[in-house]
């Protein structure tokens, strides 16, 4: 049976579709933009990818998707785009209608769409514990999202209870837009510190998150690669929704300031405002507690 899968962006979404992909009776193609042909490419065979969203490039998709007569594809984009594209495609589409988006991580999402189906067979929650190598800090975002930095002295605190407690180095991670931030975060942390802000191609950084005994990352695509890795992940949360976007897994967790949301709901809408009265009382050891036993 010839089966696909449409996900564009983000790349903390492609990241998230990951256990599905390897759970469907048969392994298909994917039909992505380049962030998502490299993060894949190492993995599965079939890739198509989206040149632009222009809508020549959009109408060239639909011809060679037509051309490859899948029997099911699976829209986990669920935009206006991709059900354009699903309109014209002579197949079987599985897509998030009926499924509450709302209340429900995207994995979930992910996970309710491919059963629609009835060829996802059973998803592989083996935990391997990891070797005592090293713990990830990504303390980075985005320009766009600056609003889901914690202040520096939350990483300093992190830094001292994590270096006390395991004795570990701690990579720091992130890419070049981050590194004037990051960089000086990374000279008032505690520890053996080793920097490697813009210097990972996506490949690299997948390797670095799978071999890593413990993640700790603000809301990222970072977090949801060293989740779906199997690495036990620690997501940090204030500004954006820890229902709509939690790591992936029993060996992950979320954390919030327990007094800022003193009701333990996210925020009706994810804000770009920058609050840091949001994150003034995280507390690093909440989330240990909760994964201890993967540790």
């Known amino acids: 049976m010839k089966i696909a899968v449409i996900r564009f962006s983000a790349l903390g979404d492609l990241a998230s579709m990951y256990p599905i992909l390897k759970s469907l009776k048969y392994q298909p193609t994917i039909i992505t933009t380049n962030i998502g042909k490299l993060y894949y490419e190492d993995e599965f065979e079939n890739i198509i990818c989206l040149k632009s969203k222009s809508i020549v490039n959009v109408i060239k998709l ?3 998707l037509r051309k490859e007569k899948f029997d099911a594809v699976f829209d986990f984009q669920c935009n206006d785009r991709s059900r354009f594209i699903t309109k014209f495609l002579k197949t079987k589409i599985f897509d998030n209608k009926d499924i509450d988006v709302y209340n429900n991580s995207t994995f979930d999402i992910f996970k309710s769409i491919a059963n629609k189906s009835g060829l996802l067979e059973n998803i592989n929650i083996d935990f391997n514990k990891r070797e005592k190598n090293y713990i990830v800090f990504n303390c980075g975002s985005s320009e766009k999202w600056k609003s889901k930095r914690l202040p520096t002295e939350k990483w300093i605190e992190f830094s001292k209870i ?7 180095p701690i990579y720091l991670i992130g890419d070049k837009t981050e590194m004037e931030y990051i960089n000086n975060i990374s000279k008032k942390l505690h520890g053996n510190i080793k920097n490697l802000v813009g210097t990972t191609s996506i490949k690299e950084l997948k390797i670095i998150l799978k ?5 700790i990352s603000t809301d990222s695509a970072a977090m949801h690669i060293s989740a779906v890795s199997g690495t036990p992940t620690i997501g940090i949360f204030g500004a954006t929704n820890w229902i709509r976007s939690a790591p992936y897994g029993e060996w ?3 954390i919030y300031d327990k007094s800022f949301f003193s009701n333990n709901k996210p925020l009706k809408a994810n804000t770009m405002e920058i609050n840091d009265k949001m994150y003034y009382k995280l507390n690093i050891n909440d989330g240990l507690n909760k994964i201890n036993e993967y540790l």
């Open 62 to 64: 639909i011809i060679k």
């Open 211 to 215: 071999n890593a005994y413990l993640t």
């Open 252 to 254: 992950s967790t979320v």
């Open 162 to 168: 994590i270096s006390s407690k395991y004795s570990l």
